[in-house]
Nanobody, 128 residues
Framework: VQLQASGGGLVQAGGSLRLSCVASVASGRSFRQYTVAWFRQAPGKEREFVSAIRSSGSSTSYSDAVRGRFTISRENAKNMVTLQMNSLKPEDTAVYYC???????????????????WGQGTLVTVSS
């Protein structure tokens, strides 16, 4: 599967952005088979888990840092996962990556090394 992330930009603190991750899936596979997650990496810091959504869309996970402000959703018919980011803070500034995997177990959902497929990243900058 190939992933294309978009939607990043410059926004003031308190503002909102919507990130999208669109997948191109090989013939014979279905996007709904994949768990999709967002990770982010700020300058000088390690990549960290942000949010994930299971194949059916009924199960979602969030890091403590974003819970209550970010919402992840998916539209399997469009091969797309969206991350709605509200009440943005300067500490949300990072490159955001979407990742996907078809064989992820729930306990590994926040582990970057467990994801086989990654998008190219989109930069989010939140000014104070």
């Amino acid at each position: 599967v190939q992933l294309q992330a978009s939607g990043g930009g410059l926004v003031q603190a308190g503002g909102s952005l919507r990130l999208s991750c669109v997948a191109s899936v090989a013939s014979g596979r279905s996007f709904r088979q994949y768990t999709v997650a967002w990770f982010r990496q700020a300058p000088g810091k390690e990549r960290e888990f942000v949010s994930a959504i299971r194949s059916s869309g009924s199960s979602t996970s969030y890091s403590d840092a974003v819970r209550g402000r970010f919402t992840i959703s998916r539209e399997n018919a469009k091969n797309m996962v969206t991350l709605q980011m509200n009440s943005l803070k300067p500490e949300d500034t990072a490159v955001y990556y979407c990742a996907a995997d078809a064989q992820l177990i729930l306990s590994s959902i926040s582990m970057a090394r467990q994801y086989d497929y990654w998008g190219q990243g989109t930069l989010v900058t939140v000014s104070s």
